[in-house]
């Protein structure tokens, strides 16, 4: 494979191509777009690969002037080359790009480690404007089953969403291979970054290997049909986070205030679980497991003389605790 390139069909008007792909990517975008209330041009994560590069052009085409942002990790031999190639790509499809290398470090292994350290970047250079990111149908559905495998209720399986400002996912409902189609109608040669094809990271083996068995199993369609159910799913987990804060700003007699046992008992445990998450959350607790919750959940519902439930706190060393005490559930230091 040659060096990331690109030429435009007409590059001195710098108008694309009116093909099927490029048509269609436009039009994502373009709906996108037109449903946002950003006064800002956006900013494209860009990595050089199909998704991007595809994204970038149609951004260009559709929202005006655009800068891209290519974040070099530095896990790769020639990753600096890389970045600049796909520096180069922004310039001929009419965007300004910036280069920032990071430092991959941290917990929850390379790839997490990777992702944390790009959307740091992203977001500290981004100056109040969106980030569109390339995350493509074919994502959502490897995010979904992500979420299935890890059993950690409807919210891991409502997949990514088009907008969780200042992130912004204009090709949720567009095939991989569209933006691979669109690049060659534009000339360019993107990037193919050798990590999609390294079978040790587990969303590799999902791409390569499981949805492409249950596409064969099922008759085809699961990747939109997974798409779907993430779309249902977010719309039901919206409501119920919507319904679950109401009821709390009805229940608390202030905002992170203990709240009094005999408001919770009626409520049914499914929404009662999810007020229960929102004042944790309000109440500075860091992170806390299903299982977690269910056990202060039955401080309400199962009561029967049982201690206090403890939960990480704010800090590093920080450890909270959630007990009943005199009709109200309380969050307070485990030391106390």
């Known amino acids: 494979m040659g060096r990331p390139g690109a030429r435009l069909t007409d590059p001195m008007s710098g108008r694309l191509p009116e093909t099927p792909a490029v048509l269609a990517i436009r039009r994502a975008v373009r709906v996108w777009w037109a449903e946002r209330d950003e006064t800002l041009p956006p900013v494209v994560a860009l990595s050089g690969g199909p998704d991007s590069v595809a994204l970038l052009a149609a951004a ?15 896990l790769q031999e020639g990753s600096r080359e890389v970045a600049l190639a796909a520096a180069r790509i922004a310039d001929v499809l009419g965007a300004r790009a910036t280069v920032v290398t990071v430092d991959v470090a941290g917990s929850g292994g390379l790839e997490a480690a990777a992702r944390r350290a790009r959307y740091e970047a992203l977001d500290a250079r981004r100056a109040g404007r969106a980030v569109l990111l390339g995350h493509t149908l074919d994502d959502q559905a490897e995010t979904v089953l992500l979420g299935f495998g890890r059993g950690s209720g409807p919210g891991s399986v409502s997949g990514m969403r088009p907008w969780e400002a200042p992130w912004g996912r204009p090709l949720l409902g567009v095939r991989r291979a569209d933006t691979h189609v669109m690049c060659a109608d534009l000339g360019v040669e993107p990037w193919h ?7 040790r990271f587990t969303r590799v083996r999902l791409r390569h290997e499981i949805l ?16 779907r159910t993430a779309i249902r799913i977010d719309e039901d987990e919206r409501m119920l986070d919507a319904m679950a804060a109401e009821q709390l700003r009805m229940i608390a007699d202030q905002p992170a205030a203990d709240l009094p046992i005999e408001r919770l008992e009626p409520i049914p445990p499914p929404l009662r679980r999810r007020i229960l998450r929102r004042w944790l959350l309000d109440r500075g607790t860091s992170s806390f497991t299903d299982r977690q919750l269910r056990a202060i959940d039955d401080l309400i519902g199962r009561w029967r003389g049982q201690g206090a439930v403890a939960v990480a706190g704010g800090g590093p060393r920080a450890r909270l605790v959630v007990t009943r005490r005199h009709g109200r559930l309380i969050v307070e230091p485990a030391d106390r």
């Open 212 to 227: 492409p068995a249950l596409e064969d199993a099922l008759g085809g369609g699961v990747a939109e049909a997974l798409a």
């Open 193 to 199: 970054d050798p990590h999609n094809r390294d079978r």
């Open 60 to 74: 260009v085409a559709e929202a005006g002037t655009t800068e891209a942002i290519v974040v070099d990790h530095g």
